[in-house]
């Protein structure tokens, strides 16, 4: 009798196990994953034949969720490429591109603008409101264009969070730049995205203003568990990040984690120089940068 019973016990035991097991699985399945962004050996070209121009060149690349990343990289480095493809602003020729585990560059126009609207957030240079919505209206209008609920004590709350609770009737013209960004901030905060992708967000702004759209994307790190990756030239503003990923020619040339505005710059002085890496390395025969992928996937994966 005691047998039966520590059978059927150990039974339901394992069956216990397995289903947790399964339930585990499924959770990393459908993005369970600590990894939010991952390239795997993305191309891009503009133009064609003798004109065609290499803009990223087999960049492979993960970056683990609630992260703050810089990229950088001289003028014409690819950069700003890169973040439009990893953000499905534009598709890459050939590679990988997942977000949260899943793949965006598969599928029509349609699923991408879908798949857009749920897992990723923007945040601008130029803001991109639209003048005749108030602060309120340009912060949800991402979620009633995907025909999702809008919660308006969620909202309210966001735009406290962000320093505008005192401004949600008002119109972009009656707001000054700094405060235009904060609504660019909490619009992307709003649908609760994967990943945050920030074009030149300061660029446009006074020190004082860019130091406060600084600290609250660190805050969407940090409070709302985003990870945030940047476009800047700027090394003060690259030093708000967790680590800065440098571009030269298309390709990664090395990575800085806990930046200084000092360090920063030192690395981007030294892009430009002849065989030089980023980490004051230097290129073999081919000309590949002897590159330490801490976070980088190998090439195929």
């Known amino acids: 009798m005691s ?20 339930e585990q699985g499924d959770r990393t399945e459908q993005g369970g994953s600590h990894e939010a962004l991952r390239l795997v050996d993305v191309s891009k070209s503009y133009g064609s034949a003798d004109s065609a121009v290499t803009a990223l060149d087999g960049v492979t690349l993960s970056l683990p969720a609630g992260s703050f990343t810089a990229v950088m990289g001289p003028s014409g480095s690819g950069k ?16 990988l591109v997942m977000v949260d585990g899943v793949e965006m560059t598969g599928g029509g126009e349609a699923a991408l603008t879908k798949f857009r609207r749920r897992r990723v957030g923007f945040v601008f240079q130029q803001y991109n409101l639209l003048d005749t919505l108030t602060v309120t209206q340009n912060t949800t209008l991402p979620l009633k264009l995907a025909g999702r609920r809008v919660d308006r004590n ?13 401004r949600l009737g008002h119109l972009p013209d009656e707001l000054s730049g700094g405060q235009r960004q904060r609504v660019a901030i909490a619009r992307a905060l709003v649908t609760e995205p994967s990943v945050i992708f920030a074009d030149e967000p300061t660029g446009a702004l006074d020190i004082r203003s860019a130091r406060d759209i600084l600290e609250l ?30 571009l030269a020619d ?3 040339a090395g990575r800085l984690d806990a930046p200084t505005v000092d360090a920063v710059a030192e690395r981007l002085a030294h892009l430009g120089d002849a065989g030089a890496g980023a980490d004051g390395s230097y290129a073999d025969r081919a000309g590949h940068l002897p590159y330490d992928h801490s976070f980088d996937l190998p090439m195929g994966a």
């Open 3 to 22: 047998r039966r019973k520590d059978r059927r016990t150990d039974g339901r035991t394992a069956r216990t196990e397995q289903g947790n097991r399964t």
């Open 80 to 95: 700003s490429t890169l973040l439009q493809c990893a953000a499905g602003l534009d598709r890459p020729d050939s590679g």
């Open 154 to 166: 969620r909202t309210r709350e966001i735009l406290t969070q962000v320093g505008l609770g005192d």
């Open 217 to 246: 994307l660190r805050e969407a790190v940090r409070v709302h568990g985003r990870t945030v990756v940047m476009v800047t030239h700027d090394p003060v503003a690259a030093s708000y990040a967790d680590s800065v990923q440098f």
């Open 250 to 252: 298309g390709r990664l």
